[in-house]
């Protein structure tokens, strides 16, 4: 009974027991008295221990025949005392060794953090969990530098794009690879929706999230950024946008079995960024009169001014069946706190637990979870089990083992996203262009005959409540993922390590349009005449279903070999091969509806009209590469390394597809040089590397291929036109041109960098510049359909991305106060990206185009920063006025011009944590400066009249000011045509939709406290937190920007025309409560 | 231990070895096919030919081309109005370049003349169609795109009239292909004429009278003209007419119809324009292009672009709309018939005096359209008109194309719009006269009184892709054939 029993089942009790003899206790402080919270204790040569609480006291029961305790804590060395005769054991521990704090290195192996020679940070999971988060992605915000992060919706369960340092590559994938315990696991994000083929720009897109959603955020230990190419070996090709190594929770060796349990429950509501004028209600006017006239079925917020007189706003309806026709009225004005209103508070519970222990020869991590969302838009929620068993075993002293298994297994019912309320899938898209006198409370009961098909308000227009709970856009994802390596030591200083791990992600997205038809209905017009108005659009039902699953398979073996190089140990030598094979198999079965369906509501393809249509997609991609790693360290204080690797890939021809690179760096810890330094430097290492990395292409680039029987005219309303046609298939000319001369693109990037402890451990600092030159770009050109073609991948082009990435940890007053400490963190980054050259004699003009929408184009242009916007905009005289037309209204230029990027100036963040004995307060507030993002909502309110932009000079007619109209060329004369502002909004440019995207956001706020273990004590629980946190608090915007969030973009979540915003869900503010018990 | 070591590897470099090898084959997508049978390509390519005549052209023609006008329920939209947005037609240019032509650029390079021929037509009467709207439109080095072609990406504009010349040479090169095969080489993939090859060759000559007829006012095709006629080898009849069926059900509908529906539907009405021309001659064909108003029992129609200055209370119902010949899911699209072609020699034979009688083929015209809508008596209605082969040729022009207008109604709008322009001149203003022309100006037009479209913008994809485009066009710019 003195063994701790391990039994390999998850939430089986695991209990364990000891014959106490004695009772020692004690306080552990640091150097300077300062009480050490949580530092553990154990009985050396046993799984008996303990951890002090936040006095720095504990008391543990001895076991028999224990001579030694062990005490341990976080950057303090390890001390081992022996017992005496006293029961009271006093300890003083000393930092400083926090520099020889352990991260986990580009191999995947634990290594000593002063001899990394490029920058890594690393994010503990403390820091990921002060504040919870719908994600760890999310909570990894503001908490590292050079990490961009944007967001698909604020939607339940979207997709959250991440790119370190500024995208590297012209029309690749530049988000993050995300690796868990060494396996590179498939973060692609399920998008469905009527037109995710197209990237959901034209009518709709559901985000049902990327993988790595499904982590629960408890499971993990840390997460470390490495974003220099030194950093990627084992990486390679696949790491060339740097790598996100999660490190997940393992259990420790420090004797009995632990118990934690976390419940967070937190409340959201919508954060709507959006202003709308509050003066002009429904109805038409502008352009066609200027006197508006009511129309109570309009969507259109061109109407007379608000009166307050009771007016009808529903239509006309015999509700009763008594002949006579009722309607709803109230007063016309604006509905304040309208579209605040159209949302519903949403509501997360989370909750975890998870068991763990071990001792020196197996340790072993349970956990299970399980979140429950409710989204803020109606019949939107999220719900995620995980489960997770993670275990090592040393079998021997050569041999040991680790293993870890997770599923997480989530369901999402989401809403579309996207910019075409008219196609009825968007329902907050619809909601932002509703008249402002439209009360949504009390549409929200759809089923009202007041609010349904007969009596909905709305001529253009589905009730958006209908549309939320009626249509189907739910999203099943299985997410398997196991891991297994084994580390044999062969002879001293000689280890092999085998690791392989799967991921397999199963998606099932069932989608579905609810059939209806609608009758004419009334509308009310001035003076209150009702007339009747057909030709509503009318739905005969669709239902699509999608099956997919994505299998991964990693398979690494490592030959790692250290030794001292010399009999004083002085110089050391560690040497690592390796080979790693990735393969991805895809494979998708998508079956729909054809001419809508049969039995309403009921969604199953075999309740299609016509034959359903079946569609599928498979890929193989594998990439294999060969890697050594050497590092010479002299006393520990001296470091060179060298790396190179060598990749295949699938994707490229046989005589391109492999390809080569190669890293160097140093670094060098200078105060460990000088016996008796200046006692306020406590440790500077400076570090330098420089090293290339190599990308290859995407799948298929290379030949081009005729599509089977496409669908040659995607429409709404199941109404899409395909082949076969009259009984005849069509295959039809690809619109990619392939290109089977392809090369991999190299990256090479410089960096230095300095990492400090000063003025005796109250500063920290980590400062690193690098320049990344990113040459042979692998691009995705689009092309002019007078090509024949769409689009191809070429060669071309170098970009050049270079910053500064700055992170201080301030605790200005340590050891001043007993008990109170202080921490500021200071984040700041900055990249500066450039394309440098675009190279290819078939592209003229120095430009590619990424993506465009509405004619504004997002470019990668030579000289320029890449996601550069191009527009044309209001031409000007070369005196600044503007040149208007005939009707006295701007005119554009003919050209596009350059009109700015979506690539920030700058990114920051400053964090504080305060702490009073149990007490911690901390807060975070995000800033980013500078980029623009063009705004689909500015332009779909302006068109509807409920836009501030359409109140100024109150609608009335008037000149544009400071105007000039040209008699011909190089001649103006003063323009003194009046014009209207309907007219004047729709001739703008697109451009004018660009925004500032700049922003301050509070992003965390959170009061926690640990319960003192006097009132814990003798209910086995070992620690008690009590935490009150909100998200999202407070944003500060710029004066322009009465838009959207900057943040959430779309809807090429992965792709690289972001800066797009077409009416996604807004973000939401939470507030909550987090418990966690531990025992 | 050495040995243990010497295994590892040789192990690993087995297993590495193997699984490098055969890297290449994996990039094959196993759901795109590298090469595909030039039956299927055909049937593609007409595909997409039919969508961009019938929901392109076609669609923003019944509005222009004032047979259909905005009707109640919708505000009234830019096209209406008489403006025009740059990215209006992007779709069209990718259906068009990117699909049709690319699909028929790999039928004109098959060995098997019969595709070539056909492939070659189909190009001649898309490009016609591109220049007709747009004037200048890249033509020789477009759809050069793969590597093997030259990698011509962004392709330059060849000036419209050379392209007209070599549309004619490549119907001759077509007819030249039609003569080597053996009649037998297309079936049903052939979604027009079922495989006939006599009916290619009868609808490459047609469009070679159509190509040179539309430039007779700028450049002197008298003599080929007279050689087509003389030849004879025009559709003259139902049978040769070249149109495309559509089953009517879900994928496979006439695509105005199915592009309209998936949107609020049909909300146009009869344009005033029409009506008044059909009513003062006393037209029968009136009952067969539009259907009476529902709740008011007869035909009613508003005036072009005017449907804001109708009470407000007014619905759909209280107007016309056109009938189930000129707007059904099951409509074929007509990509040219015989009364066109009785029209076209007609008025040949008033320019030119080819070998036809032209009070025949005049008769003839009309015939055919009221052949085609299911309409008595066309004798007596051309009777009624007195086609005088003495008169004026500004006055027998203008019967013409009164006569052309009326026939391309509901069936072939876009051609009827573009007629229009072309007869329309300075010195014959049939169309635009403000007293005495039969449009209207639409109430609230973008452009001046008696001022109508000319042409398409460019659209904005190509603006903002292709750096050889040429500055973008207004719509009064004209093509080069229009007076």
């Known amino acids: 009974m003195k063994r701790l029993n391990l039994v390999f089942l998850l939430l089986l009790a695991v209990v364990s027991f000891s014959y106490a003899q004695r009772t020692v206790s004690g306080t552990i402080t640091d150097q300077e008295g300062e009480p050490l919270i949580g530092a553990s204790i154990l009985a050396k040569g046993t799984t008996t221990g303990t951890v002090t609480d936040f006095d720095g006291n504990y008391a543990l029961e001895v076991p028999e025949g224990t001579t030694e305790l062990e005490f341990s804590y976080t950057g303090f060395a390890t001390q081992t005392l022996a017992l005496g005769a006293s029961n009271v054991l006093d300890v003083k521990m000393s930092e400083g060794l926090l520099l020889d704090a352990v991260v986990v290195s580009a191999t995947g192996l634990d290594r000593n953090a002063r001899d990394v020679t490029y920058h890594n940070q690393t994010v503990k999971s403390d820091d990921l969990l002060t504040v919870p988060s719908k994600n760890s992605l999310e909570a990894l915000r503001g908490k590292v530098a050079g990490v961009k992060l944007s967001t698909g919706s604020g939607s339940v369960g979207a997709s959250t794009r991440i790119v370190l340092r500024g995208e590297g590559s012209l029309t690749g994938d530049n988000n993050a690879l995300i690796v868990v315990d060494g396996i590179v696991i498939d973060n692609e994000a399920s998008l469905g929706g009527t037109d995710a083929d197209e990237g959901g720009a034209s009518t709709g897109y559901a985000d049902y999230g990327n993988r790595f959603n499904d982590i629960n955020p408890e499971d993990i230990e840390s997460i470390t950024v490495l974003k220099g190419p030194s950093a990627t070996s084992l990486y390679g090709s696949r790491g060339a946008s740097g790598v996100l190594l999660i490190t997940t929770k393992k259990g420790s060796k420090g004797g009995r079995l632990r118990v934690g349990i976390n419940s967070t429950t937190s409340f959201e509501q919508a954060y709507v960024l959006l202003q709308r004028q509050d003066r002009y209600g429904q109805g038409f006017g502008l352009p066609f009169s200027e006197t508006p006239s009511f129309d109570s079925g309009e969507n259109w917020s061109w109407g007379p001014e608000f009166d307050g007189v009771v007016r009808p706003w529903t239509s006309p309806i015999d509700s009763d069946g008594d002949g006579d026709l009722e309607f709803l009225s109230r007063p016309y004005s604006a509905v304040p706190n309208q579209l605040e209103n159209f949302f519903r508070t949403g509501r997360t519970l989370a909750n975890s637990i998870n068991l763990s222990g071990g001792n020196e020869k197996v340790t072993y991590y349970a956990s299970y979870s399980n979140t429950t969302q409710e989204g803020i838009l109606e019949n939107t929620d999220y719900n995620r089990n995980t489960v997770k068993f993670a275990s090592s075993a040393k079998f021997s002293k050569r041999l040991s083992t680790n293993f870890s298994v997770s599923y997480a297994n989530v369901v999402q019912n989401s809403a579309q996203e996207g910019s075409r309320p008219f196609e009825g899938q968007n329902a907050y898209a619809n909601a932002v262009q509703s008249p402002v006198n439209i009360p949504f409370t009390e549409l929200r009961d759809y089923n009202s005959p007041f609010h349904d098909f007969g009596g909905y308000y709305g001529s253009y227009t589905s009730n958006p409540y209908y549309i939320l709970n009626e249509f189907i856009n739910e999203g099943r994802i299985d997410n398997f993922l196991g891991t297994f390596s084994t580390t044999l030591n062969i002879i001293d200083g000689l280890d092999l390590t085998a690791r392989i791990g799967t991921n397999v992600v199963d998606r099932t997205i069932r989608e579905a349009t609810a059939q209806y038809a609608y009758a004419d209905h009334y509308v009310w017009a001035d003076n209150l005449v009702a007339s009747t108005r057909g030709g509503r659009a009318n739905s005969p039902g669709f239902f699509s279903q999608t099956e997919g699953t994505n299998s991964n398979l990693d398979v690494t073996g490592l030959l790692n070999y250290s030794r001292a190089l010399d009999r004083s140990g002085a110089l050391s030598l560690n040497v690592t091969l390796g080979y790693n094979n990735f393969t991805r198999t895809t494979r998708s079965v998508t079956g729909s509806t054809v001419g809508g369906i049969i039995v309403p509501e009921f969604y199953n393809l075999a309740n299609s009209v016509q034959a359903p249509l079946a569609s599928q997609s498979s890929s193989k991609y594998r990439i294999i590469g060969g890697f050594a790693n050497a590092q010479i360290g002299y006393q520990n204080r001296l470091f060179l390394e060298y790396s190179a690797r060598n990749d295949w890939s699938s994707t490229l021809q046989a005589e391109n597809n492999s390809f080569f690179y190669q890293s160097v760096g140093v670094s060098s810890v200078v105060t460990d040089f000088f016996e008796n330094r200046n006692e306020n430097i406590d440790y500077v290492k400076f570090r330098a590397s420089i090293g290339t990395t190599g990308k290859d292409a995407q799948l298929y680039a290379l030949q081009s291929t005729f599509i089977g029987n496409p669908i040659f005219q995607p429409l709404a309303n199941g109404r899409d036109l395909t082949f076969p046609l009259n009984g005849q298939a069509g295959f039809t000319l690809g619109n990619s041109i392939g290109n089977p001369d392809l090369k991999p693109e190299l990256t090479t990037t410089f960096e230095i960098g300095v990492d400090a402890t000063l003025f005796k451990d109250r500063v920290d600092l980590a400062y690193t510049y690098y320049n990344s030159r990113h040459t042979n770009q692998l691009v995705e050109v689009s092309l002019p359909n007078s090509s024949g073609f769409t689009r191809t991948v070429r060669n071309l082009g170098e970009i050049s991305n270079q910053g500064h990435e700055l992170s201080l940890t301030i605790r200005p007053i340590k050891g001043l106060v007993k008990g109170l400490t202080w921490d500021l963190d200071l984040i700041w980054s900055t990249n500066q990206n450039e394309v440098i050259e675009i190279l290819d004699p078939a592209v003229d003009g120095e430009e590619l185009t990424l993506g465009t929408f509405g004619g504004v184009a997002v470019v990668a242009r030579e000289g320029l920063p890449y996601g550069t916007f191009r527009g044309n905009v209001v031409a000007t005289t070369d005196a600044g006025e503007t040149i208007v037309d005939a009707q006295g209204l701007p005119i554009q230029t003919e050209r596009p011009e350059d009109l700015g990027s979506y690539q920030p100036d700058w990114l920051g963040s400053v964090g504080s944590r305060i702490g009073y004995k149990g007490l911690v307060l901390n807060f975070l507030f995000d800033i980013r400066q500078g980029g623009k993002f063009l705004s689909y909502t500015k332009d779909l309110t302006e068109f509807n009249g409920t836009a501030l932009t359409t109140v100024e000079r109150f609608r009335d007619a008037f000149v544009f000011p400071n105007s000039f109209t040209e008699v011909e060329e190089g001649y103006q004369v003063e323009n003194t045509t009046m014009t209207n502002r309907y007219d004047f909004l729709r001739v703008q440019p697109f451009s004018s939709h660009l925004i500032d995207a700049s922003f301050v956001k509070l992003r965390e706020i959170g009061l926690t406290y640990n319960v003192p273990a006097r009132f814990t004590e003798g209910i086995f629980i070992s620690n008690l937190t009590v935490g009150l946190f909100a998200r999202n608090v407070m944003f500060w915007l710029p004066e322009e920007n009465v838009w959207a969030d900057p943040e959430i973009n779309g809807p090429s979540l992965t792709g690289n025309a972001t800066g797009i915003e077409t009416t996604q869900t807004p973000p939401s503010r939470s507030f909550g409560i987090n418990i966690g018990v531990k025992f | ?483």
């Open chain 2, 1 to 483: 231990m050495m040995n243990l070591i010497n295994k590892i590897f040789l192990f690993s470099l087995a297993l590495f070895l193997v699984s490098c090898d055969g890297l290449p084959d994996l990039n094959v997508d196993p759901d795109e096919s590298p090469s595909a049978r030039p039956q299927e390509v055909l049937t593609s390519a007409l595909g997409y030919a039919a969508w961009v005549q019938e929901s392109r052209y076609n669609e923003q023609a019944f509005l222009w081309g004032q047979y259909w006008t905005w009707g109640p329920g919708v505000s009234l939209g830019n096209d209406a109005r008489y403006v025009a947005e740059p990215d209006d037609h992007n779709n069209l240019w990718a259906r068009a370049y990117s699909n049709a032509l690319a699909d028929l650029r790999f039928l004109t390079q098959n060995e098997d003349p019969a595709y070539s021929a056909v492939g070659k037509i189909m190009t001649a009467y898309i490009y016609q169609g591109l220049v007709d709207h747009f004037g200048d439109v890249p033509y020789s080095n477009a759809l050069l795109g793969e590597i093997a072609d030259g990698s011509v990406l962004t392709p330059e504009y060849d000036d419209a009239a050379t392209i007209y010349v070599n549309l004619i040479a490549l119907l001759d090169d077509a007819l030249t292909d039609l003569d080597r095969t053996a009649g037998n080489e297309i079936h049903g993939e052939d979604l027009i004429f079922g495989g006939d090859l006599s009916h290619w060759a009868t609808f490459g000559k047609s469009l070679q009278l159509r190509i040179l007829m539309r430039q007779s006012g700028v450049a002197d095709v008298e003599r080929e003209v007279e050689q087509l006629v003389q030849e004879g080898d025009l559709i003259h009849n139902s049978a040769e007419i070249a149109q495309m069926a559509f089953a009517g059900t879900s994928g496979d509908e006439n695509p105005m119809y199915a592009s309209m529906e998936s949107g609020i539907g049909n909300f146009y009405v009869a344009s005033n324009a029409s009506l008044n021309v059909l009513r003062a001659l006393n037209d029968p064909r009136i009952s067969a292009l539009y259907d009476v108003a529902p709740n008011i029992g007869e035909i009613v129609g508003v005036d072009q672009g005017s449907i804001d200055n109708e009470p407000f209370t007014a619905v759909r119902e209280d107007y016309s709309q056109g009938t189930a010949v000129t707007y059904g899911p099951g409509n074929p699209v007509i990509f040219m018939s015989d009364w066109e072609v009785w029209f076209l020699r007609a008025e040949a034979a008033a320019r030119f005096g080819t070998a036809d009688d032209e009070a025949t083929a005049f008769a003839n015209g009309i015939a055919a359209s009221f052949a085609y809508l299911g309409v008595a008596n066309p004798g007596g209605y051309t009777a009624s008109l007195g086609y005088d082969t003495g008169a004026s040729i500004d006055e027998r022009l203008r019967m013409i194309a009164t006569q052309k207008w009326i026939a391309m109604n509901g069936l072939q709008e876009d051609e009827g719009w573009i007629e229009a322009r072309r007869f329309d001149t300075p010195g014959n203003p049939i169309f635009t006269d403000l007293d005495n022309g039969i449009f209207q100006t639409p109430t609230r037009t973008a452009l001046a009184p008696g001022v109508h479209p000319s042409a398409f913008l460019y659209p904005e994809s190509e603006q903002s892709l292709n750096p050889n485009s040429p500055a973008q066009r207004i719509l009064t710019d004209k093509v080069f054939w229009d007076n």
